[in-house]
């Protein structure tokens, strides 16, 4: 034999038995629907190939990733029941709010027989009702705690509806994770569901799919997410998932992302009056561009997931807030924003920043820090939002990083060294290593502008903004940013490649 065929022969081997070893090793879980009018969902999960195992602690996530609040799931779940390969009642006791001990008798495999209360229709946790079952992962599945990584097979019992819309992948009737992380990161809409027409973007296709969508031009919105979608991934110069699903539960507030799809509430109907249109667009620019920035570019704090606590980071205005920052300038790229919506959006941010007496009370890595507490909004009067503040510091660092270079490098540069951290590493950022590369681009300024992240230092607004050829108007505590007239050649090529 030869030395390659002996080679190719040992990777058959390898691959077969990792096969083999993943099959044996895998959960089932088991979804039944048919209790929705009692908003109950019936899980089974089946856990193989424990016989070393003498206890074995089961967990419920008490917080969903994407909305920073813990959300006490653990109080979902009734009549818990654990049963053996020879159909034995197991006993166990809850040792914490979201942890059961199994003592597991020595058995091969075990049956966890569960059910979860799902009665409240709000994006960060589950719902189950007469018109639909919105899966939240974290919120229905529990996990071994020791077995975090194995793989798992999902089916989907009811006798009710046909269609479901999740980023996983499906092998036969079963929704297919390479571990219970891909599992929670996988949100599930079941019901009578409309698909819009689907689009590629190099070769990865794009799904809508959702219930109730409203009123609107279903071949419009998609083209304006295809033109988003070619524009955020240009920043990157990378598609990182084979399919990405927009999955919308119905009316309400919000939306949680995913690396290969997001959850979010929608109602088309507001799509017809344009005002409406471009606030619609910048949320489902923000939900599609966190799959870059939190999903892959995250503080290193948030990585690998504590599902039962907090976890807590001064960064998450990076996630957030340059997020928020992202919507129009993508939105401008894509030919979807006028430079004059763009100019009022960022008038109305410091707006809203400027007249919260609460930026005189708390810094921005703080809010980032305490939003387990205070919420994603701030306390009003008490605590600011990184949604708010984030933006800002977007601004001048874009700003900043522009004419210092004379448009050579954009905060796009920054955003690029962030994500091969990921890509090259898979792991989030260390806060040095964000500062460090702000200070990389943004230079002498870095100093200042990183200032108004960790201090309370009033924003100098016009220095940047005079620097790069804007203007800034306060009437009576109202704010308004326009392009001055007269600009220099580095201004000209600033403004005229920041607003197109």
Do not use: C
Not at 67 to 74: A, C, E, H, K, M
Not at 277 to 284: A, E, G, H, S, V
């Amino acid at each position: 034999m030869t030395n390659k065929i002996f080679k190719l022969f040992l990777v058959i081997i390898f691959s077969i038995s990792n096969s083999i070893y993943a099959q044996k090793d895998s959960i089932r879980i088991d979804v039944n629907l048919d209790s929705f009018a009692d908003h109950l969902y019936k899980i089974k999960i089946k856990i193989p190939n424990i016989k070393s195992e003498n206890i074995l602690d089961i967990k419920i996530p008490e917080w969903t990733p994407g909305y920073y609040q813990l959300l006490n799931f653990s109080e979902n779940v009734q009549n818990l029941k654990v049963t053996n390969n020879k159909n034995e009642v197991l006993g166990f006791v809850k040792t914490n709010a979201n942890t059961w001990r199994i003592a597991t008798n020595q058995s091969e495999k075990i049956t966890i027989d569960y059910q979860i209360s799902a009665k409240d229709e709000f994006i960060a946790k589950a719902y189950l009702g007469e018109k639909k079952a919105f899966i939240r992962p974290t919120a229905v599945f529990m996990f071994p705690e020791k077995f975090l990584e194995r793989p798992i097979s999902l089916t989907i019992e009811n006798s009710k509806w046909k269609k479901i819309a999740t980023g996983l992948d499906k092998k036969g009737k079963n929704y297919i994770a390479k571990d219970f992380n891909q599992l929670y990161d996988s949100p599930i809409l079941v019901g009578d569901l409309e698909e819009l027409p689907s689009f590629e973007v190099k070769g990865k296709k794009h799904f809508f799919k959702g219930i109730e969508l409203g009123d609107f031009d279903r071949k419009k919105l998609m083209d304006d997410l295809q033109k988003m979608i070619i524009e955020t991934t240009n920043i990157f110069n990378d598609i990182p998932y084979e399919h990405y699903t927009f999955i919308s539960i119905g009316k309400g507030n919000g939306g949680i992302e995913q690396t290969n799809s997001t959850a979010l509430t929608f109602n088309g109907n507001s799509l017809n009056v344009e005002k409406s249109r471009q606030k619609i667009l910048n949320f489902l620019t923000h939900e599609y561009f966190h799959h870059f920035n939190i999903k892959r570019i995250r503080p290193i704090e948030i990585g690998p997931f504590n599902y039962s606590d907090k976890n807590k980071t001064k960064t998450l205005w990076v996630g957030e807030g340059l997020s928020v920052y992202y919507e129009a300038i993508v939105l401008n790229r894509a030919g979807i924003k006028s430079k004059e919506v763009m100019l009022e959006e960022w008038s109305q941010m410091i707006n809203s920043f400027e007249n919260n007496p609460a930026k005189e009370k708390q810094t921005l890595a703080d809010s980032s820090y305490y939003t387990w507490e205070d919420g994603p909004f701030g306390k009003k009067g008490e605590t600011i939002s990184f949604y708010e503040k984030g933006p800002l510091i977007g601004i001048l660092l874009d700003l900043q990083i522009r004419i210092s270079s004379e448009n050579k490098y954009s905060l796009d540069n920054v955003m690029k060294d962030l994500y091969s951290i990921y890509k090259n590493e898979n792991r989030g950022y260390l806060e040095e290593e964000l500062n460090a590369i702000i200070k990389k681009y943004a230079g002498d300024a870095t100093e200042e502008i990183l200032s108004y992240v960790y201090t309370l230092q009033p924003i100098d607004y016009l220095k940047y903004f005079n620097n790069a050829g804007l203007d800034l108007q306060n009437q009576n505590g109202k704010y308004q940013v326009s392009i001055k007239k007269t600009l220099t050649k580095t201004q000209q090529k600033v403004t005229k490649d920041l607003f197109r």
